[in-house]
């Protein structure tokens, strides 16, 4: 049993290594989840440099989401930048995707 309890932990750390990474989650997240998970409760109202930038990659990660109800709250700025044109919609987009803040 000795013998085999490190061959098992060295069995699970290479399949830990071959599942996706949180990076690739995130880049890859079509449905939007990101974003809601992002903008949070506080990103309808909330007035902290925190919230403004966790309501920046909330934009970023709803501009390439699938979810049309996402996508349409989202617009460029003057630079080209994601910007969400109405955050209590957005918190209400993700409220109907199943986010309770």
Known sequence: ???????????????TACGPSQVDFR???????????????????GSSS?????R???????SKAST??????VEADAKGNPVINDAHAFRLACEEAGHNY
């Open 27 to 45: 880049k890859a997240d079509l449905n939007g989840e990101t974003a809601c998970i992002h903008f949070g409760p506080e990103g309808a109202d």
């Open 68 to 73: 049309e109800a996402l996508r349409a709250l």
């Open 1 to 15: 049993m000795r013998k085999l309890l490190p061959a098992l932990a060295a069995l699970a750390l290479m399949l």
């Open 50 to 54: 925190v919230t403004a930038l966790n």
């Open 56 to 62: 920046e990659k909330a934009a970023e990660h709803a």
